[in-house]
């Protein structure tokens, strides 16, 4: 039977003959639950529900649930129907199939089954309660009305005309079922198109346009931070009572309970196209007739970013996202903790706005679970809930914070010492469990988190506030945009690439980057779109800057005689500053201010039309000196800068007020308090710009070549990439020409499969091969100096010295395998490195033959008090090679001791076919690490198993020890001859670990591969691409401009005292014997400051933050003034 038919028959007094049957009623909607009801009534030996979502999945309401349940009908969830059996024309069972999931990750009803299992139920009568569509059946192809892939009307959605001239169609044969409201609309929009087509008028000239002319105010304003009320409890009759017939068991509300109800806030607050955003806009930035455009474009090359978007947590029912108000995802959470998101920083429940005190972390929701078809790790979770963690800590030191993790991967540069932080100096708990389920106390709205802890036994523990660390998935466009391009995705979406080349796809000149490739965090981003820049550059090479206009400026006004006459621009930056700070009384306050010849506010000083203005005010007024109060000069200055430029000033000229960042952020709660410190900020700002003098930048030629140091495959790939651009590269090989590859050498094969020595080979021969690339082996730099742009260093091989100019550097000095000290390696003959067994196992196979065992220790010389780092490829190159082992002999042995399994991104797969395959992981604690003894050429290996909670005897034919990647001993000279930074563990530092993962602080140089961090072949390589587009960035500009912010040296001061030679980071400072003073090239310079503050005679001044600016400012300050409010 049908459910709405069985419900209209049984209101029509022809319900059939249910008495004594057995119903089993499909569906989990609100009609289902009607169904089953009705059906209940009427006699039936018992009713079912069978249904394919989750209790919380349900489309049903919950009060029709719940009123379901209470007269004892039973719902069984996550069945669907695979065959309904009916021999003869009567139906005697039912066949259903496990559901695996209902809704797709965008959230589309999309349900997928395990066809293998299944159950069977015996019934006499199914009613089915799933649903309902058009029937339009009656169409044939004469009709010549065209239908979508749904099987719908193909309607135009503003005029509802069809494919057939004088046909209009709505409601849902077009959008399929949808609300009562929508029809009516559809109604009315074709009976206008039907009155015009009649009229011989155009279907849609004029029907953008209102309904209603707009008006400021007859609008009612929706409530803000409205607090969340319950819907009033609907008073019922008994519910023995409700089984006796049909009667209304709703008893309705009493007066009081119906005005509350009436007067809770239900959040309406949905557009319905009234237009007002348009009034109340100020920026004037909606425009609701904008209609989509088609633009064609011809290019050279296409990079596909399409980023990501997060698991959606309600598909993990068990946790409770969306049910209880107290359970958020990792990304609301971060929203919370920021000083611009709803708490203003300071954490607060959403159920109450209480401040939580315990809160929990669960790790791994929507990442290497096979449940729902995610089976690759997320990358990212692990390190951003131990950051939120800290950062919830440092808020309020009473919060107890909890992390439940399978594995914690800190696989990144620098990141295990921040787990270790979060341990050790924050308390931040760490619970190596998955949690099985979270539920709510209805009265207090804790949450209560059920685990196994490490001992095996059941537990559960309240919190305050659960954060559910949601993985990555890509964007949902992007699945679009690959079938478009005709690319190839794996089966979660994410894009194929070639061997070794991540940021290639299946078609050339086709590149992607980002998330798309594959899970990853900020700085492999940010390098990875580097990389892409530079493939693509590869290919446009002979067409780089045809396309480019030089902008002009108009000549620069000398104002050196001119008083000062200073311009102020107050900005709102929305409601970020002028939702706190009086942004108009700061600007009449300016106004004020001595040499201050103009004043004022605007709603966004940034936008393009704010800009303008400016110019206009500056020529208008005859300004000479530019304030801007607004947000960070990190962010804006430039913008700012450049626009004096425009009018004719020079660039040094301006100075910011931050009184977003200094003020509004952080001042939220004090409005007038703000307002006042707002003016002192802008008093000081205009004092400081009054004593401001235009400076000179002045411009140089770029030397055209660059210089690569190091022969490892990052060497190869930097020059290869920037030759390929076309300029010139010089390689420096630290070591002879056999070793070209560095560590990739003595590698054969990638965890993925691939070969690697006949990939190397190519590399070499390209090297070898390429017209702009000259290298020299075995190669000492000796000497080097200059600046960016315009290198000079002295090269130093066998027989030969040469002196080479450069505009750019890339730093690739490559890595070492450790050699370690423990374990009986190097005193035992079958103890191996990973590296080692690779080897063996490439060119002598049959090492694995036999009845052999292998023991694998993983964390080798890594993760230890004298290296606390994670040298990230080990875990991957153990279960690398336990694959190997097991290809060539499936009856091998393999265990692997480890602390953390880090198979990070895709290669979590390999890591469950290791698995699969029988290999066996065992975890030890650092406490307890394993112990080895001999015994003739076998190996007696004894580890405590954290698992089990047992000590286990392992016998080996092989001891193969996961020794950690080290950096290459000549770093530190290559280090001390750049004057290059070098980390705690002896690898390269780059200038911002996030936002700058390949430079240098020093301008114009450049790292990657194993001389930056351990990585994997195939992102050494992506990191040195992104390298030389960094570098190739420099290059291809013709000039350069040096000067401006730079120290300088006043030589009736310098008395050679050789301090500022000492505390340069860079450098720069150097003897002048001629003159019998220090000399500072401007060119070199980088403006940090450092000499000056360090010089005892205060010789040095760094022009544009000069004494005299700083004290001007200082003064500004009334300090009894302040010291009063």
């Known amino acids: 039977l049908w459910g709405v038919e069985f419900l209209k028959d049984t209101a029509s007094g022809r319900a059939p003959d249910l008495k004594g049957k057995r119903v089993i009623v499909i569906g989990g909607g609100n009609v289902a639950m009607d169904v089953a009801r009705t059906a209940q009534r009427l006699g039936p030996q018992e009713v079912r529900i069978f249904c394919l979502e989750t209790r919380e999945e349900m489309p049903a309401s919950p009060w029709e649930v719940e009123e379901a349940e209470a007269e004892g009908i039973p719902i069984i969830h996550r069945w669907g129907v695979k065959e309904i059996k009916s021999p003869a024309g009567q139906v005697t069972g039912i066949e259903l199939k496990a559901v695996a999931r209902v809704f797709d990750e965008e959230g589309r009803f999309a349900p997928t089954y395990f066809e293998d299992q299944t159950r069977s139920e015996t019934c006499d009568v199914v009613i089915l309660a799933i649903g309902q569509r058009a029937n339009l059946q009656f169409l044939t192809e004469a009709d010549g009305l065209e239908l979508t892939p749904r099987g719908l009307i193909k309607a135009d959605p503003e005029t509802k005309a069809t494919s057939r001239e004088g046909v209009f169609a709505g409601g849902d044969v077009v959008s ?165 998101g709803p708490c203003a920083g300071h954490v607060r429940r959403p159920s109450d706005g209480a401040e939580p005190r315990r809160l929990a972390w669960i790790q791994c929701v929507g990442s290497r679970d096979a449940s729902i078809g995610r089976e690759y790790c997320s990358y990212v979770c692990c390190m951003y809930a131990a950051k939120q963690a800290i950062i919830a800590k440092e808020h309020n030191p009473q919060v107890e914070a909890t992390v439940f993790f399978i ?141 480019l206009t030089k902008p002009e400026y108009p000549e620069e006004r000398d104002i050196c005689t001119e008083e000062p006459r200073i311009g102020v621009f107050v900005c709102h930056c929305g409601i970020n500053i002028a939702g706190v700070v009086d942004v108009a009384a700061v600007a009449d306050y300016a106004r004020r201010l001595p040499q201050v010849i103009y004043a004022d506010h605007y709603m966004f000083t940034c936008s393009s039309d704010s800009l303008e203005k400016m110019r206009q005010v500056i020529q208008a007024y005859g300004l000479n000196r530019v304030v801007v109060a607004s947000c960070s000069p990190r962010t804006h200055e430039a913008l700012f800068q450049e626009n004096l430029r425009k009018s004719g000033l020079n660039k040094y000229l301006f100075e910011m007020a931050n009184i977003r960042d200094q003020d509004s952020w952080v001042h939220q709660g004090e409005p007038e308090l703000a307002t006042e410190k707002a003016k002192e900020l802008v008093k000081m700002a205009v004092a400081r710009a009054a004593a401001l003098e235009p400076l000179k930048e002045l411009p140089f030629t770029v030397t055209p070549s660059a210089l690569v140091v190091g022969n490892g495959l990052s060497a190869l790939t930097a020059a290869l990439t920037i030759a390929d651009a076309g300029y010139q590269v010089h390689l420096a090989a630290l070591e002879e020409r056999f070793a070209f590859g560095g560590l990739a050498h003595k590698q054969h094969y990638t965890l993925e499969g691939y070969e690697i020595q006949p990939f190397i080979r190519r590399m070499v021969e390209k090297v070898d091969n390429h017209p702009r690339i000259r290298w020299w082996p075995n190669t000492r730099i000796t000497s080097f100096s200059g600046h960016v742009g315009n290198f000079r260093s002295t090269l130093e091989y066998p027989h030969e010295r040469r002196d080479l100019q450069y505009g750019a550097a890339v730093i690739a000095t490559g890595g070492i395998e450790y050699k370690p000290t423990e374990y009986l390696y190097g005193r035992h003959e079958r103890v191996l490195t990973q590296m080692e067994l690779e080897n063996r196992l490439a060119t002598e196979p049959e090492i694995a033959a036999g009845d052999l065992t292998f023991v694998m220790i993983q964390c080798v010389g890594s993760r230890s008090p004298e290296h606390p780092y994670c040298s990230r490829v080990c875990c991957g190159e153990a279960i690398k090679n336990a694959l190997k082992i097991k290809e060539i002999n499936p009856r091998a042995h393999v265990f692997i001791l480890y602390r953390d399994i880090r198979t990070y991104g895709l290669k979590e797969i390999y890591y469950k076919k290791a698995r699969d395959l029988g290999v066996r992981f065992i975890r030890y604690e650092p406490e307890e690490p394993p112990t080895v003894r001999a015994d003739g050429i076998r190996l007696d290996i004894s580890v405590f198993d954290q698992n089990l909670k047992a000590t286990l005897a392992l016998r080996a034919d092989y001891l193969v020890l996961s020794a950690a990647i080290r950096p290459h001993p000549l770093s530190a000279e290559i280090a001390q001859i750049f004057k290059l930074p070098l980390d705690a563990d002896g690898f390269f530092m780059e200038a911002h670990l996030k936002l700058r993962p390949l430079d240098f602080a020093a301008s114009g140089i450049f790292l990657c591969g194993l001389a930056h961090s351990p990585k994997f072949f195939e992102e050494s390589i992506a990191q040195a691409q992104g390298a030389a587009a960094r570098a190739i960035g420099i290059l291809a500009q013709k000039q350069l401009f040096v000067g401006g912010a730079v120290a300088w040296v006043d030589p009736l001061k310098c008395v050679l005292c050789l301090t500022c030679m000492r505390t340069c980071p860079f450098g720069v400072p150097r003897v002048n014997a001629a003159e019998g003073v220090i000399q500072i090239d401007p060119a070199a310079c980088q403006g940090c400051g450092n000499c000056a503050s360090a010089c005892p005679r205060k010789a040095i001044e760094v022009f544009h933050y000069r004494d005299r600016q700083f004290v001007s400012q200082i003064c500004a300050i009334d300090l009894e003034e302040m010291a009063a409010s």
């Open 176 to 340: 399929g079922p949808w609300i009562a409201i929508a029809a009516v609309a559809d109604g009315r929009e074709a009976a206008e198109s039907i009155d015009r087509y009649l009229r011989g008028l155009d279907l849609k000239q004029g029907r953008e346009l209102p309904l209603r002319p707009i008006k400021e105010g007859h609008w009612n304003p929706l409530p803000e931070k409205e607090p969340r009320k319950a819907r009033a409890p609907m008073p019922h009759l008994p519910v023995e009572k409700w089984l006796e017939g049909f009667q209304e068991i709703n008893l309705g509300y009493e007066a009081e309970q119906a005005m509350a109800e009436a007067s809770r806030c239900i959040n309406c607050g949905v557009c319905s196209e009234c237009l007002q955003c348009v009034v109340a806009c100020e920026a004037g930035a909606i425009d609701h007739k904008q209609k989509p455009r088609t633009l064609e474009l011809e290019v050279g090359a296409v990079i596909l970013a399409p980023g990501f978007r997060p698991f959606e947590a309600r598909r993990k029912a068990e946790y409770g996202y969306g049910r209880y108000p107290n359970v958020v995802t990792s990304l609301e959470f971060e929203r919370l903790l920021s000083a611009t």
């Open 407 to 547: 594995d914690f991967r800190a696989q990144g540069k620098g990141f295990d010492r921040y787990y270790q932080r979060a341990r050790e100096t924050h308390g931040v708990r760490f619970i190596r469990s998955l949690p099985s389920r979270v539920t709510q106390n209805p009265r207090t709205h804790h949450l209560e988190i059920t685990f196994v802890d490490e001992h095996g036994r059941i537990r559960a523990e309240e919190f305050d506030l659960v954060v559910l660390s949601v993985g990555l998935r890509p964007h949902p466009s992007a699945e679009r945009l690959a079938q478009v391009l005709g690319l190839d995705t794996d089966a979660y979406g994410f894009i194929k690439n070639p061997p070794f080349q991540l940021i290639s796809t299946s078609r050339e000149g086709i590149f992607a980057c980002g998330v798309y490739q594959s899970p990853k965090d900020i700085p492999e981003t940010v390098g990875q779109a580097s990389a892409a820049a530079a493939a693509a550059a590869a290919l446009l090479a002979e067409a780089r800057g045809t396309m």
